[in-house]
């Protein structure tokens, strides 16, 4: 069975400060893929990346950041300079390599920023 | 490319009605997912077409539940004889070949409540 955790309910940072999400995740697939998405208040989940098991290189993008470990099972997000309009539910999810790839997610993280 | 839309958005009925909900897909987006999510909680997994084909249901599905995808295209969930513990948001996505194989982008939701 897959399982993601989101050890974090809340947190709550100032403005411009950074702001780092855990996912700790298990799986037997050899081969699975790992997602964050966004889930701002209107409700719909955002996608914001996908990483495959075999591609450990760490990713920038913009402010975004994530941080993918397999020895630790760990795929870390952080948000550099935190604005308000990233005040969201952040959700880490898996899913296997074998068809169907149905994702697993995780509790969810609130992100607060306060301006 | 118009993305995932989902109808209605909103839906509040009685215990003990019947209620569909309605899934457009992306364009050409031969997967299609139904996923349930309840207040503070991730999403969680349904049901999965590949085309018309329904290939995986998860045991949260009961009797009660049916979900159709007749044509390929769109996608109904029908939910009868509604119970409070069916209030929730139910949220669709679907997946293909844009943006990576493995990426699911999903609809704005429907939310469900059951009075």
């Known amino acids: 069975a897959q399982k993601v955790t989101q050890a974090q309910t809340e947190i709550s940072v100032v403005e411009k400060e950074d702001v780092t999400l855990d996912c700790v995740y298990e799986t037997r697939d050899t081969t699975y893929y790992l997602f964050w998405y966004k889930q701002p208040p209107s409700g719909e989940l955002v996608f914001l990346i996908r990483r495959n098991s075999f591609d450990e290189q760490n990713e920038i993008s913009g402010r975004y950041s994530w941080n993918f470990q397999k020895s630790t099972s760990s795929f870390n997000f952080t948000i550099t300079a935190s604005q308000v309009v990233d005040s969201a539910v952040y959700f880490c999810a898996l899913s296997g390599g074998a068809a169907g790839n149905k994702l697993t997610f995780g509790g969810g993280t609130r992100v607060l920023v306060k301006p | 490319d118009t993305g995932v839309s989902q109808d209605p958005r909103h839906k509040i009925t009685k215990r003990g009605q019947n209620v569909t909900f309605r899934c457009d897909p992306i364009s050409e987006h031969n997967r299609l997912y139904w996923y349930r999510q309840t207040l503070g909680q991730g999403p969680e997994f349904l049901t999965y077409f590949q085309n018309e084909a329904q290939l995986e249901k998860s045991r949260l599905l009961s009797d009660r539940f049916s979900a159709e995808r007749p044509k390929g295209s769109f996608s109904t969930l029908e939910i009868q004889r509604t119970e409070q513990g069916d209030s929730a948001m139910y949220l669709c996505?679907?997946?293909?070949?844009?943006?990576?194989?493995?990426?699911?982008?999903f609809g704005p939701g429907t939310r469900l409540t059951v009075l």
């Open positions: 996505a679907s997946r293909g070949r844009q943006g990576g194989p493995d990426t699911q982008y």
